[in-house]
């Protein structure tokens, strides 16, 4: 059973930095996409980054320039590189992963983590 066990969320001041992993837990064949998302209170859950298999990544405005997106093939890990956090940075962050679990299977399937909270605060 394929799993994506996040970790790296916690309580840091404005201007600090943090980095979240998602690793993925079971035996797959390959990843595509490797997504980060985040659910601010009373907010919808919005697109932060993405990378996808050839290494190229987008990111939304607000975290452009601060946010760096990654990926380690050879243990199948996304990480969030997060620097200058802000207030309004404050969200749970989830990881969504894009994954073929055996080589016969046509289209990824979409995975995501648990969630870990990231608070921004002085």
């Known amino acids: 059973q394929v799993q994506l066990v996040e970790s790296g969320g916690g309580l840091v001041q404005p201007g600090g930095s943090l980095r979240l992993s998602c690793a993925v837990s079971g035996s797959i064949f390959s990843i595509t996409t490797m997504a980060w998302y985040r659910q601010a209170p009373g907010k919808k859950r919005e697109l932060v980054a993405t990378?996808?298999?050839?290494?190229?990544?987008n990111y939304a405005d607000s975290v452009k320039d601060r946010f760096t997106i990654s990926r380690d093939s050879a243990t199948n890990t996304a990480y969030l590189q997060m620097n200058s956090l802000k207030l309004e940075d404050t969200a749970v962050y989830y990881c969504?992963?894009?994954?073929?679990?055996?080589?016969?299977?046509?289209?990824?399937?979409?995975?995501w983590g648990q969630g870990t909270q990231v608070t921004v605060s002085s």
């Open positions: 969504k992963l894009q994954i073929r679990v055996r080589n016969w299977q046509r289209l990824p399937s979409d995975y």
């Open positions: 990378i996808i298999s050839d290494s190229s990544t």
